[in-house]
T-cell receptor, first 113, second 115 residues
Framework: AQSVSQHNHHVILSEAASLELGCNYSYGGTVNLFWYVQYPGQHLQLLLKYFSGDPLVKGIKGFEAEFIKSKFSFNLRKPSVQWSDTAEYFCAVNGGGGFKTIFGAGTRLFVKA | SAVISQKPSRDICQRGTSLTIQCQVDSQVTMMFWYRQQPGQSLTLIATANQGSEATYESGFVIDKFPISRPNLTFSTLTVSNMSPEDSSIYLC????????????FGSGTQLSVL
């Protein structure tokens, strides 16, 4: 069955700490991988995406993610978080061609100033 | 990109009633999606709505409970029928597909509470 698993539901960090959010997926065939973010009071929006090529992708606001095909993983990282990174982060996958997008349960990140 | 307006933003409804949620997009789009986000859970796709055809529902969701209209390429509605407290959730409209590089754009959501 198609699924996305996020390892942590809640993460609390101090400013300047490093961040890594885990994401594993189960999906047959070619995959497109995404991280979406929802800041407090705002719409869900795309943080970064991977379709093909370099498995290390860079997104907005200093975030990056690494696709490891052998581990079916797409972990999100940021070397030094800021208070403004407080948000909920969702890992997602689809098969392209307009196929449906499947989301993980989300990780709520709180960054202490 | 796409700008999506969704309304109402929130509502409190009585058990047994129905609520229709509207979704307006600022451009013509092929594929529109309705998601549900229950507290502490992932976004779950309810159905895909393509203009000119019946919506395609995911497992666990049926047309009688969640009828969807898609009268044109910029608008869709989702109705939550005969509501019960278990329907309390955030309902999200989104657009995506190849024309958007496979990524999704979301509306602001409708927070529904059923008493």
């Amino acid at each position: 069955a198609q699924s996305v698993s996020q390892h942590n539901h809640h993460v609390i960090l101090s400013e300047a700490a490093s961040l890594e959010l885990g994401c594993n997926y189960s999906y047959g065939g070619t995959v497109n991988l995404f991280w979406y973010v929802q800041y407090p009071g705002q719409h869900l929006q795309l943080l970064l995406k991977y379709f093909s090529g370099d498995p290390l992708v860079k997104g907005i606001k200093g975030f990056e993610a690494e696709f490891i095909k052998s581990k079916f993983s797409f972990n999100l990282r940021k070397p030094s978080v800021q208070w403004s990174d407080t948000a909920e982060y969702f890992c997602a996958v689809n098969g392209g061609g307009g196929f449906k997008t499947i989301f993980g349960a989300g990780t709520r990140l709180f960054v202490k100033a | 990109s796409a700008v999506i307006s969704q309304k109402p933003s929130r509502d409190i409804c009585q058990r047994g009633t129905s609520l229709t949620i509207q979704c307006q997009v600022d451009s013509q789009v092929t594929m529109m999606f309705w998601y549900r986000q229950q507290p502490g859970q992932s976004l779950t796709l309810i159905a895909t709505a393509n203009q000119g055809s019946e919506a395609t529902y995911e497992s666990g969701f049926v047309i009688d409970k969640f009828p969807i209209s898609r009268p044109n390429l910029t608008f869709s509605t989702l109705t939550v029928s005969n509501m019960s407290p278990e329907d309390s959730s955030i309902y999200l409209c989104s657009v995506g597909g190849q024309e958007f590089g496979e990524k999704l754009f979301f509306g602001s959501g409708t927070q529904l509470s059923v008493l």
